[in-house]
């Protein structure tokens, strides 16, 4: 908070602490920084830094029309305080703190705008007050930002068209506020807490920024602004904000969107010495608090501790007893402190209450403390006027005179800043004659001391002014002249732009007719995609896509009988999972077809005893490039059960060939012998695997068996056993 104060000139440390903390913690993620040691080191050596920690520290959000429905409360609490209390010609003065970028100021702007102007025609007059607007805030970057009027097209989700239309215009890629919005409202770089706050106010529009201070300081700024209003003047505030249970003066018109008016009665003046102080009241201490520094170093010097709360009465009665009466005024001024029995030399004159010094001092000192004041104030240096006869005002009796000196002097002789005017009695003169034309001479004296005063300092004014005329009018010419150029830079800088916006045209078509055959294509590979896998779901066949490292890529439903798999197995080994196959060596198997590119198939059974025929083939991209394997399995059920029904078929039929007596023999069309009884071998005393090269040579046997297989017709015939043997 330091290194801001000084960096700044800006004191943060009566905001909340949280909200601090979370400042300071994103500026320490966003540099990468671990701890907040290191960030404290950051901060001692870079400026850079410190200006970006009070950016961040200035939270500028902001919005047009924030809270669409509190601008219409806020409007018609506006149009019934124009209607009870302005007459014709008033200034209608509005403060819009911590106006950030400017667009809470132009709405407010836009909204009275709208009521005069509604106002204006129900009189059937032309517009009947004039609107003043300041807009604070203590970042000079959004305040210039705000001056420009400039903001982004997005503000037409925000701004209805009817409002775009009226006091908007479009430059660019831009909207800017119209010149009669804009000259409404003065921009100005201000401190809510340490500055003087504008006075005769009627409306005060503070948003959003007391969620973010502590209590004490809420209490002070909601006093500032009740010293700030007129009677009956409106405070507008946020709609997570409020004035507290005490209402600090205030009254509220609508507690939903937080609109109070400000009660009757006067104001106390809030308190000169604000808890933000400037960069330059940190640095140059006032006098004041040199003497009590120095008494206190004094007093400190060879005591013990219990004596030190001596301190503050011994520096109280020093500075009644010694310091002269003092009154602490601004540069116009109005009175902001006054010191000692300063009545002496300062009343309240009859009438309308005024906080001007210069309507408070007596009228033969009013010459001589204007020519003091502006000088002191202007040159930043001490003016002294000796000897200077007055009436004293209040409690001194008719007829007396006091001798004084005027000494008037900055208190920050490098900034502008207060002046310290101070009365130093040096005697009062007495009823004799000779005293009496003596001050009579003095008087006379200073009155004319005052008058040359007042003239050489209207010589100096008037040829300053000369001076500065024709300055302003040189620099009025260089700037013509600039404008003239940046006017001549601009148009070529349209034209080049005219001619990059062709081209991004001409490439924002390519672009579109690029992306249209994209989609195209994306449409055709989808269907293609589409296609493949009703393919693959209505074949039924279990299919596994790997990769060289045997990762899984792909995988059909069916292969959930091999091995269990899910979506949110791509990408792993196979190798990790468990594979339902009797004498497993499919991963075998793949790195052989991996290695020697030849397919393999083999018939396989499952753990269930389910058969399937497997397939292990490498997987060629279109480039004829091997990408792995593909391992696809086909259940093989129905072949199976066909096969063991054969044999079972065929050994029925042995076995009922076997149990007759007689000889039988089954031969083929070739009449080869094909199958015989166990009879027949016994007969010829033959083996089995030999009855497939046995063949008939009789001819007459011969003749008869191709005579059956021709007529299918069975034909009986009868051999001795001699003839079978032969």
Not at 167 to 182: A, E, K, M, N, P
Not at 390 to 395: I, K, L, V
Request: hydrophobic share 40%; glycine share 6%.
């Amino acid at each position: 908070m330091r290194l801001v104060r000084i960096r700044s000139g800006h004191d943060f440390t009566h905001y909340k602490p949280a909200t601090l903390v979370r400042r300071i913690n994103r500026r320490i993620k966003g540099r990468g920084i671990g701890d907040v040691s290191d960030y404290l080191r950051v901060l001692e050596t870079s400026p850079d830094e410190i200006e970006a920690l009070f950016q961040d520290f200035t939270i500028n959000v902001t919005s047009f029309f924030r809270d669409a429905e509190a601008f219409e409360a806020l409007k018609a609490q506006l149009k019934s305080a124009l209607q009870e209390h302005k007459h014709e010609q008033d200034t209608f003065r509005v403060w819009v703190a911590a106006c950030s970028t400017g667009e809470e100021a132009y709405s407010v702007a836009i909204v009275l705008h709208e009521l005069t102007t509604e106002l204006a025609g129900e009189r059937t007059v032309g517009p009947f007050l004039r609107v003043q607007i300041f807009a604070t805030d203590i970042d000079p970057v959004v305040v210039n930002t705000a001056r420009q009027g400039l903001y982004p097209r997005d503000i037409a989700y925000v701004v209805s068209e009817d409002r775009l239309q009226r006091f908007f215009q479009l430059r660019g890629d831009q909207y800017q506020v119209r010149d009669g919005i804009r000259d409404s409202v003065v921009f100005a770089t201000h401190s809510t807490f340490a500055d003087p706050p504008f006075t005769r106010l009627d409306l005060v529009c503070c948003r959003n920024l007391l969620i973010y201070l502590g209590t004490g300081l809420q209490r002070q700024i909601l006093e500032l602004f009740r010293y700030a209003l007129n009677p009956a003047g409106l405070l507008f505030l946020g709609a997570s904000e409020s004035i507290g249970t005490d209402q600090q003066g205030f009254t509220a018109l609508d507690r939903r969107w937080k609109i109070y008016r400000r009660g009757e009665g006067v104001a106390g003046r809030p308190p000169l010495d604000a808890p933000f102080p400037s960069r330059a009241a940190e640095t140059t201490p006032s006098g004041r608090d040199v003497l009590k520094t120095g008494l206190a170093r004094v007093g400190a010097i060879g005591r013990p501790t219990g004596s030190l709360d001596l301190a503050p009465r011994l520096q109280d009665a020093l500075l009644a007893e010694y310091a002269p009466p003092a009154v602490l005024v601004s540069g116009q001024g109005e009175v902001l402190f006054v010191h000692g029995r300063a009545s002496r030399y300062l009343e309240i004159p009859p009438g309308q209450v005024h906080n001007n010094v210069f309507e408070m001092v007596p009228v033969s000192l009013r010459l001589a403390l204007h020519s003091a004041v502006r000088e002191a104030h202007h040159e930043r240096r001490r003016v002294t006027y000796r000897r200077l006869v007055t009436a004293s005002p209040g409690e001194s009796q008719a007829g007396e005179s006091q001798t004084l000196d005027l000494t008037v002097r900055p208190l920050q002789p490098s900034s502008e800043g207060p002046l310290l005017i101070t009365f130093q009695e040096i005697g009062e003169t007495s009823e004799d004659t000779n005293e009496t034309a003596g001050a009579e001479r003095s008087d006379n004296a200073g009155h004319r001391l005052a008058l040359e005063l007042e003239l050489r300092h209207g010589r100096e004014a008037l040829r300053a002014t000369v001076e500065e005329m024709a300055r302003s009018v040189e620099d009025l010419r260089v700037s013509h002249e600039e404008l003239q150029t940046s006017h001549e830079e601009l148009q070529s800088t349209n034209e080049e732009l005219m001619t990059s916006k062709e081209e991004l045209q001409s490439l924002n078509e390519e672009l579109s007719t690029v992306n249209a055959e994209h989609q195209v294509i994306i449409l055709d590979q989808a269907r293609a995609n589409d296609d493949l896998n009703n393919l693959l779901d209505t074949a039924g066949t279990a299919i596994l896509f790997l990769g060289h490292d045997l990762t899984i890529r792909r995988f059909t439903p069916p292969i959930g009988r091999l091995v269990r798999l899910t979506p949110a197995d791509v990408g792993r080994l196979l190798g990790d999972f468990n594979i339902l196959l009797r004498q497993n060596e499919l991963l075998a198997d793949i790195q052989r077809v991996l290695k020697t590119l030849e397919p393999h198939e083999a018939q396989v059974q499952t753990h269930d005893g389910e058969w399937f025929l497997l397939r292990i083939n490498p997987y060629r991209t279109a480039d004829n490039r091997i990408d792995g394997v593909v391992v696809a399995l086909t259940s093989i059920a129905v072949v199976k059960a066909l096969e063991w029904q054969l044999v079972e078929s065929l050994n029925l039929n042995r076995a009922t060939l076997d149990m007759r007596c007689d000889p039988l023999l089954l031969l083929d069309q070739h009449l080869r012998a094909v199958t015989a009884s166990q009879a027949l071998l016994t007969l010829l005393e033959g083996e089995q695997p030999g009855i497939g090269d046995f063949a008939f040579d009789l001819p007459e046997l011969r003749r008869r068996l191709q005579a059956v297989i021709e007529t299918a017709e069975p034909v009986p015939t009868a051999v001795t056993p001699t003839q079978v043997e032969d």
